[in-house]
């Protein structure tokens, strides 16, 4: 290819800008094939090293793009996080000014005494966890919890909708349980937040929870020996149902307004040293006004679900009776709610089924669990008075898981009959079959009916498909 020259196009002022021009040129055309020359008319010679300025113009490029690159994702950064900072420390006031608006107060303990306390939210601090997020265990020191002594808590870490800054679970679960006093509910410590997430400080429960003892059995050591022990005697049982029945009384007869749990099951339940009983997890809990009796809108877990809550969708006292009912059943006979398709047939899925089927049959007491039979004895007058409580608990729990809410007794009278006010409640032999709706309140239909059936169970895969997606 000839020679290109293009001496006579330019005139430079500058033999270096000349020189820098032509240099850049030359690279780009010799990529090309092209082969180039440069001369200009009366233009002063300079003896330069082939390639030397080419090569130092492209060094200086790369540098000062680089440099020019890295200024603007530096200020990109630095953009963003004062724009996250500045968004964090606007949502810190606003909770802030909610929670001074609770009545009491509660109180707001330093991020950085819990980032500290639990090794910056270390795996091995970590209890468990939830769609709501994770509860860690660690000790506060005496400066942070404000009761001059170091203290065992549990952390509850939210993470739900932290994206969308949505602390709705976190107020209505504070804003409740901050103002209920009572001695078998798990109490709150304090608050914190930090960069759009929102603790809850709890009082540490040292026995965990109560599925974790009448579920899985097993382990080693003595103080695994201490809990079995503690977990088969009669009494600690009865004790704690009778625990979470005062608790449940409170919040729906004696608190004001009315609260509705929502979420009663063996998870929430916590348990001291002396295993004494604790309602916890407040974060489905709603408050009713005083002039109604109900709320709008599912929630709970399977199995503790009662059979109208999903068709009329509305949570009342009689949804928690029926969680409650539920729970005694499980407390008792040591089996979960809803049992594995394997081991028993389909008709004995949930638990209810299982202990009507051997009350009709006449042999209820072969619901309890064997880890407490061992201790009824027919020669001993103190377990003779231990299987009649073990009776009077399942004809109870049946009566409170009834089908029909208004064949439910009321808080009222289950702790009556806990206490031994008042006898145990009579139980159909056969289990009842739910009707909908009641029938002073129009025409009924039974839920044998294959059509209804499949309509509610349609209808409960909704609601829990659509609260499975919302605590995500």
């Known amino acids: 290819m000839a020679p290109f020259s293009i001496g006579s196009v330019i005139s430079p002022t500058s033999p270096f800008a000349y020189f820098g021009f032509l240099s850049t040129v030359e690279s ?4 090309r094939g092209i082969r180039f020359t440069a001369t200009v008319d009366n233009f002063p ?4 090293k082939r390639g030397f300025l080419s090569r130092k113009v492209t060094i200086l490029s790369s540098v000062l793009g680089s440099i020019a690159a890295t200024a ?18 606007k949502d810190l006031d606003q909770l802030a000014r909610s929670m001074e608006r609770l009545p009491g107060v509660p109180t707001k303990i330093d991020f950085i005494d819990i980032r500290k306390a639990t090794n910056n939210f270390h795996d091995r601090m970590k209890l468990g966890g939830g769609g709501f997020g994770t509860v860690y265990r660690c000790t506060l020191p005496a400066s942070a ?22 602390y709705d679970d976190f107020l209505t679960e504070v804003s409740i349980i901050n103002r209920l006093r009572h001695k078998n509910i798990v109490p709150l410590i304090g608050w914190s937040y930090n960069k759009g997430v929102p603790l809850l400080v709890f009082e540490f429960m040292n026995n965990g929870s109560l599925d974790q003892h009448i579920f899985h059995r097993g382990g080693s050591g003595t103080k695994q020996q201490n809990i079995d022990d503690a977990i088969r005697r009669w009494a600690t049982r009865y004790e704690i149902i009778m625990g979470i029945a005062t608790a449940l009384h409170y919040v729906h007869h004696e608190y004001e307004p009315m609260v509705l749990h929502r979420d009663i099951k063996a998870s929430n339940i916590m348990l001291d040293s002396r295993f004494q009983a604790c ?6 809990a ?68 299982r202990v009507w089927r051997l009350h009709r049959e006449g042999r209820l007491l072969e619901c309890v669990d064997a880890m407490l039979i061992s201790g009824f004895s027919p020669d001993n007058e103190e377990q003779l008075d231990n299987v ?31 206490a031994k006010l008042a006898p145990p409640p009579q139980v159909s032999p056969l289990k009842p079959r739910f009707v909908w709706p009641p029938q002073e309140e129009g025409h009924s239909v039974t839920c044998n009916d294959d059509s209804l059936g499949t309509s509610m169970v349609s209808n409960l895969d909704k609601s829990m498909a659509s609260l499975t997606r919302g605590r995500a």
């Open 28 to 31: 780009r055309l010799r990529i």
């Open 45 to 48: 010679c300079y003896p330069v």
């Open 72 to 89: 603007v994702v530096a200020a990109t950064l630095a953009c963003y996080f004062n724009s996250r900072y500045r968004r964090w420390h």
């Open 145 to 166: 919890s404000k009761l001059e002594r170091p203290m065992d808590v549990a952390i509850k870490r939210f993470t739900r909708d932290v994206q969308n800054r949505r």
């Open 279 to 284: 309602l916890g997890d407040f974060g489905l």
């Open 286 to 353: 709603c408050t009713v006004a005083i002039d109604r009796n109900s709320v709008t809108g599912v929630g709970g877990t399977w199995g503790y679900i009662a059979p109208e809550y999903p068709v009329c969708r509305k949570a009342t006292r009689q949804t928690d009776i029926y969680a409650l009912g539920v729970l005694i059943l499980e407390v008792v006979t040591g089996l979960r709610a809803l049992a594995d398709h394997e081991v028993v047939d389909d008709d004995d899925m949930h638990i209810t089924d």
């Open 388 to 418: 009649g409580d073990a009776e009077r608990l399942l004809l109870l729990g049946l009566a409170c898981s009834n089908p029909n809410p208004s064949d439910r007794p009321t808080m009222r009278e289950v702790v009556q009959v806990i």
